[in-house]
């Protein structure tokens, strides 16, 4: 855990993405650099290989009668969802919530939403009645820390950039389903990335990976299931590079599930903390993490508990940007 400063909580990228601050921690030496994210290349050689999630956000959030919003997680059958949603007691089961379309998409009727089943953990089972587009009913789920941010500095809750800028540049439609953005990968243009040598892989980012640790024993905390693709070639190309980074936790994630790499679909509920070694992953690329969340320990597991506490207090000091829209650490 950690005391973070609101002002350090970024609403906004930076502009070019690839202008962020990039810390470098060399974990053999102890040794923290202050960088810039396109001095990545500096870092790495041909033989090095850059495994990327190229999953793709889907515009998840959608607004109901007015105060109530549904968060989609899973659509676990044809138009019937797993979800999250608020006010809960508007949510039992039996109910019947209409949603209308955004404004952009005005032309679209609305749509009924049946509320099927509560679980215990908290989530609910939707069916909705017709066929949608979700583009022309949902938002981008932006982070609710964005959100309050934004609020309390008087800025808007959504900006028109959002759409593009909550994505990664190389965001495949073939995988869209993430309700969060691997954000790591935020950082690249096409360009910076045609400097590397890498292949992709995708897990589709749900619950899992951002609900926050609530119980003092770690090995009591339950992951949900996330899924993930593998592609043919990428053992290989593993196999003939140097060093395998993972391109943020959830890349990180599917190399420490499979660490051989077989192609083909998988899932996985892992969950990373100290003092678990790593397999498959030599270096990582992340941000910086919210406290008691997974992706921190997961942070700590590879990078030691005392040099990650010690990034952390030095990113602090150094003003450094928190969170999906922030600055990236390259863990070497």
């Given at each position: 855990?950690?005391?973070?400063?609101?002002?350090?909580?970024?609403?906004?990228?930076?502009?070019?993405?690839?202008?962020?601050?990039?810390?470098?921690?060399?974990?053999?030496?102890?040794?923290?650099?202050?960088?810039?994210?396109?001095?990545?290349?500096?870092?790495?050689?041909?033989?090095?290989?850059?495994?990327?999630?190229?999953?793709?956000?889907?515009?998840?959030?959608?607004?109901?009668?007015?105060?109530?919003?549904?968060?989609?997680?899973?659509?676990?059958?044809?138009?019937?969802?797993?979800?999250?949603?608020?006010?809960?007691?508007?949510?039992?089961?039996?109910?019947?919530?209409?949603?209308?379309?955004?404004?952009?998409?005005?032309?679209?009727?609305?749509?009924?939403?049946?509320?099927?089943?509560?679980?215990?953990?908290?989530?609910?089972?939707?069916?909705i009645f017709d066929n949608i587009q979700l583009a022309d009913y949902g938002e981008l789920p932006l982070p609710p820390y964005i959100q309050k941010q934004r609020q309390a500095r008087h800025e808007a809750l959504y900006l028109?950039?959002?759409?593009?800028?909550?994505?990664?540049?190389?965001?495949?439609?073939?995988?869209?389903?993430?309700?969060?953005?691997?954000?790591?990968?935020?950082?690249?243009?096409?360009?910076?990335?045609?400097?590397?040598?890498?292949?992709?892989?995708?897990?589709?980012?749900?619950?899992?990976?951002?609900?926050?640790?609530?119980?003092?024993?770690?090995?009591?905390?339950?992951?949900h299931t996330e899924h993930f693709f593998i592609p043919a070639g990428l053992r290989e190309a593993a196999a003939d590079s140097a060093r395998?980074?993972?391109?943020?936790?959830?890349?990180?994630?599917?190399?420490?599930?499979?660490?051989?790499?077989?192609?083909?679909?998988?899932?996985?509920?892992?969950?990373?903390?100290?003092?678990?070694?790593?397999?498959?992953?030599?270096?990582?690329?992340?941000?910086?993490?919210?406290?008691?969340?997974?992706?921190?320990?997961?942070?700590?597991?590879?990078?030691?508990?005392?040099?990650?506490?010690?990034?952390?207090?030095?990113?602090?000091?150094?003003?450094?940007?928190?969170?999906?829209?922030?600055?990236?650490?390259?863990?070497?």
């Open positions: 855990m950690y005391s973070l400063p609101p002002a350090l909580i970024a609403t906004q990228p930076a502009a070019p993405r690839d202008h962020c601050r990039l810390m470098v921690v060399h974990r053999a030496a102890g040794r923290i650099e202050h960088r810039r994210f396109d001095d990545l290349p500096e870092y790495f050689t041909p033989r090095d290989l850059l495994v990327l999630n190229d999953t793709k956000v889907i515009p998840a959030r959608l607004r109901a009668d007015g105060d109530l919003e549904i968060l989609l997680l899973e659509e676990t059958s044809p138009r019937h969802w797993l979800c999250l949603g608020k006010p809960g007691k508007k949510l039992r089961p039996g109910a019947t919530l209409t949603v209308t379309p955004r404004a952009a998409s005005a032309g679209a009727p609305p749509v009924k939403i049946e509320v099927l089943r509560s679980l215990p953990s908290g989530e609910r089972v939707i069916r028109p950039q959002d759409a593009e800028q909550y994505q990664t540049t190389y965001a495949d439609g073939d995988h869209a389903g993430s309700v969060a953005a691997p954000t790591a990968g935020l950082h690249f243009t096409p360009a910076l990335l045609q400097k590397f040598n890498h292949r992709f892989l995708t897990l589709t980012v749900g619950l899992g990976t951002f609900r926050p640790v609530k119980v003092s024993d770690l090995a009591r905390h339950t992951m395998v980074v993972a391109v943020g936790t959830t890349a990180a994630r599917v190399l420490e599930s499979a660490p051989s790499l077989p192609a083909g679909a998988g899932a996985t509920d892992i969950f990373i903390y100290p003092p678990r070694r790593f397999r498959r992953t030599d270096a990582l690329l992340t941000n910086f993490h919210l406290p008691g969340s997974t992706l921190l320990m997961l942070v700590a597991a590879f990078m030691g508990l005392e040099l990650q506490r010690r990034a952390y207090r030095e990113a602090i000091a150094s003003g450094y940007r928190f969170f999906s829209y922030g600055d990236a650490m390259l863990i070497l």
